[in-house]
Each structure stands twice: as C-alpha cells, then as structure tokens.
C-alpha cells in the first residue's frame, strides 16, 4: 500500500490533486493537509508528499526539510506559482515540482513517474513472511531463508544459524515465498541467492549444507536458475 500526502493551503488544489490521484491508484492511502503544521504533526511515513512553497506558518520548504531529517527516502513533488522558487527545491532533493495552476496532462506525467519510483523502492525493500510457530508469530526476512524442509505435518525453515518450524504446508509456503525461491524436491524448497554449486542430485549453500535436487528437475531447474542469475538476482556466496 503507497502511503501519499497532498499538503495546500488551498482546498480547491488539495481536492484537484487528491481525487486525481485516488482515479489512478484506487489502492493507495491518501492524506490531505491544509498546512504543514498539521501534515508533521500526522506523524505517519509516507512514500510520496505533494508540498505547497508556500504556506501560512512552517513554509513547504521548512516542512520538507524536517520530513527529509526523519525520513531520508521520502518522495517530495513541490507545488508552486512561482517558477523562482524552483531552484530551492533542488536543494532538499526533491522528485519534481509542478506549476499552479496544474494542468492534468503534468500531473498525470509527473505521477506516473513518481509511481515508477516508489514501485522500484519499495522492490528493494525487505520482503517479510509471517509465520506462527507453536506458541508465537514471527516476520522473518525472506533473504535470510536459505532453505525449507518438508516433516511430515510441519515444515523446519532453515535460516543461518537457527531451525524454525512452522505447522503449515510446503505448497502454501511456496505460494507465499517470492521467485527467488525454488521447489527443487517434494520436500525441499530453496533460495537461489543462497546457491553456490549445484549437480544433476544436489544443490550446495553458501553454508555449506546442500539439498537434494529431484532428477526430473534439473532441466527447469538449470532454466529458472539462470533466468534468475540474468534478471539481476545474485548468489551471495
């Protein structure tokens, strides 16, 4: 879910920007502040703030500073009348700006490149698996995985240096797990940025330990692998 605020002092703007961007990405939470007071004082991380220059009280500009100290990543697009105040912006890094009075066609190009943006930040963002274990839940990174193991009724989730098992079924846990994870066995899945060798039966970790690799395969193994390898993912060892 894309986290976005729209701060202006001018309702009409505020509701222009807002219900336009809501047509576009129904699924996003989207918050609407009349000054920047009340924007820092919602206290919430955003992905993306639209920002008045000027304002009554704490200028944009103030404002934008203050959520850049807390929140080094966040995406600024300042609003303004003013073309001269254009070069500041640049000073606190923001995406873009855009000029009152706002055109559709600017804003629909400047939020489709925005959006780009926040997708491509948030993929490199820790993915998280919730599991539930005997008597607690847990998040656990997906990159620190290195390997599942089907028990029976449980499955034993193999991070370095620690064994947890989870009562719920491989297939789900496949299903959940991003594409990085491979079904390489009916009792093993793996993660293939953990791979450093692999034979026609097995498949060596980074740690040492190896898994096996059913016969029938290797030849979709080998594909999905490389396929991996070429699409950026990069075994650690």
């Given at each position: 879910m894309i986290e976005i605020a729209v701060c202006d002092d001018e309702v009409i703007i505020r509701e222009q920007i807002g219900q336009f961007i809501k047509k576009r990405v129904p699924d996003c939470n989207i918050g609407l502040y009349a000054t920047g007071e009340e924007l820092l004082a919602a206290g919430k991380i955003f992905d993306l703030v639209f920002l008045d220059i000027q304002m009554e009280g704490i200028s944009g500009m103030e404002t934008a500073r203050v959520l850049r100290q807390k929140q080094e990543e966040i995406l600024l697009i300042f609003i303004t009348g003013l073309r001269e105040y254009v070069f500041e912006a640049f000073d606190v890094s923001a995406f873009h700006y855009l000029l009152k009075?706002?055109?559709d066609e600017k804003l629909e190009d400047v939020l489709k490149r925005v959006l780009a943006e926040v997708e491509k930040?948030?993929?490199?963002?820790?993915?998280?698996?919730?599991?539930k274990t005997r008597n607690r839940s847990m998040n656990l990174d997906e990159n620190?995985?290195?390997?599942l193991e089907?028990?029976?009724?449980?499955?034993?989730i193999h991070i370095l240096g620690e064994t947890i098992e989870v009562y719920v079924?491989?297939?789900?846990?496949?299903?959940r797990l991003g594409?990085?994870?491979?079904?390489?066995?009916?009792?093993?899945?793996v993660n293939m940025a953990h791979i450093v060798e692999y034979r026609t039966d097995r498949i060596r970790l980074n740690n040492g330990e190896e898994v096996y690799l059913a016969?029938?395969?290797y030849q979709s193994f080998v594909k999905t692998y490389m396929r991996y390898l070429q699409n950026g993912g990069m075994s650690h060892g």
């Open positions: 009075p706002i055109e930040r948030k993929g490199r963002e820790k993915k998280q698996l919730l599991v620190a995985i290195l390997y089907s028990r029976g009724k449980k499955v034993e079924s491989m297939n789900k846990l496949e299903e594409e990085s994870f491979y079904r390489c066995h009916r009792g093993y899945l016969k029938e395969k």
